[in-house]
């Protein structure tokens, strides 16, 4: 049941370019298609380092959410939400917070890169350094079974891992486990119970499969057990408790081959970006300033396409066909660079087309943008709170 929900987060630092749409976001809306996502606004996450400068976020974020409703995430199909209008991700980070050794928190290698490399800020804060856990909060909350991240990501994945079975040791069992799963054996017979406790000791001991199996079927045979029984003998039997938090799988991304403006990855910090809905004449501004293989310095100079930034753009852009036409003309020099660059142009503005129409309806209408995520707030905060009524019984701090 959880297994298929599919969680993942992005910080709004600013508008997206096509780097994200071809890494992330296309992904995004092929997953919504067979799995219930959650797609949601780490804008607590953006706190953790641009703390003093807040002003942008909630702009940032609405942005954001327009070019993922540009990119094609479909309200009706995945849940929309912002992190920080769901407070229950809060709560799970400060209890989680209890348990987790410092040690664990210092030794997640983007803390120490992150604060090697970001010298215009300082990055020695308790928000900072609970970073991943407040990842972990995001995730768990939600029971995801996979979260779609890069791999920069995998280590933070990895240690939300070991928070949900840190957890479920601690808290994954009611403080009587023992007495209420006595209770339940002998519900099932004296024959039966005495059974069952071979099996377990088998199993247990021994790591025999088959008992574990036989020990199944015995207590989904009984008929006189409630479902809480059923689970207690099975945790009994298997040495686990109830699970509470489930530990998530990645779902890599393959990594963006989408190449910038200088056939670098395209990235906005190293400015070679072209935005999600980069205004036409720009875009066409961009491409026509490209740089070219070197050694066509003259329209009549041969050149190379394999050492051409503009031709790592073909390959997103233009078919089979049209390259091999373009490939022999640059080699002969019987095309130039302002004409091979021309598909490329025509290529991105296509696949920008129905992204700035979609995005149109949203910017001539804000309040719909605003009622999406209203909708999916909601959404998303029933179900941390179905968890969350489960972390607080496991950790004694239900008073009900
Ligand atoms: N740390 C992620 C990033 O920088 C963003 C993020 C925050 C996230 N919480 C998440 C991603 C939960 C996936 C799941 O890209
Ligand atoms: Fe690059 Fe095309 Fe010019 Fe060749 S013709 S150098 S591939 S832009």
């Given at each position: 049941m959880y297994a298929d929900r599919v969680l993942s987060g992005m910080r709004p630092t600013g508008a997206l370019h096509l780097g994200h749409y071809h890494g992330v976001l296309k992904n995004w809306v092929r997953l919504q298609h067979d799995h219930s996502c959650l797609f949601f606004a780490a804008d607590w996450h953006a706190l953790t380092t641009h703390y003093e400068t807040p002003q942008t976020i909630q702009q940032n974020t609405w942005d954001m959410v327009i070019d993922w409703l540009a990119a094609g995430v479909d309200p009706k199909l995945a849940t929309i939400f912002i992190?920080?209008?769901?407070?229950e991700h809060a709560e799970l980070h400060l209890l989680l917070s209890m348990m987790m050794p410092l040690s664990w928190l210092e030794r997640v290698p983007t803390y120490k890169d992150q604060q090697a490399k970001?010298?215009?800020?300082?990055?020695?804060t308790y928000g900072f350094l609970g970073y991943p856990l407040l990842m972990s909060s995001d995730i768990l909350i939600y029971r995801a079974g996979k979260v779609p991240v890069g791999e920069d990501q995998l280590p933070h994945l990895e240690f939300t891992r070991e928070t949900a079975r840190r957890f479920n040791h601690f808290y994954?069992?009611?403080?009587d486990f023992e007495a209420k799963a006595k209770a339940a054996l002998k519900k099932l017979g004296n024959k039966n119970a005495k059974h069952f406790e071979e099996l377990r000791a088998r199993f247990q001991e021994q790591g025999e499969g088959e008992a574990v199996a036989q020990g199944r079927a015995l207590v989904a045979e009984?008929?006189?057990?409630?479902q809480a029984d059923r689970e207690r003998l099975t945790g009994y039997l298997e040495g686990?408790?109830?699970?509470?938090l489930v530990e998530p799988e990645a779902l890599l991304t393959e990594a963006?081959?989408?190449?910038g403006l200088d056939g670098q990855k395209m990235s906005k910090s190293y400015g070679n970006a072209i935005t999600l809905r980069e205004d036409g004449a720009s875009v066409a501004n961009k491409v026509k300033r490209m740089p070219t293989d070197?050694?066509?310095?003259?329209?009549t100079d041969p050149g190379e396409?394999?050492?051409?930034?503009v031709w790592a753009l073909h390959q997103v852009y233009t078919d089979g066909a049209t390259r091999e036409t373009l490939c022999q003309g640059c080699r002969t020099a019987s095309i130039g660079c302002i004409e091979c660059k021309q598909p490329v142009i025509d290529g991105i503005l296509r696949e920008q087309a129905p992204m700035r129409e979609r995005a149109q309806t949203y910017l001539d209408n804000p309040a719909l943008v605003r009622d999406i995520v209203a909708d999916g707030n909601d959404k998303a905060r029933r179900l941390a709170r179905e968890t969350m009524a489960d972390v607080r019984e496991a950790m004694g701090i239900s008073y009900r």
């Open positions: 992190q920080s209008q769901v407070l970001i010298k215009d800020r300082d990055l020695s994954g069992r009611e403080p009984a008929q006189s057990l409630s686990t408790g109830k699970t509470i963006s081959r989408m190449p070197p050694a066509r310095a003259r329209r396409p394999t050492k051409c930034p």
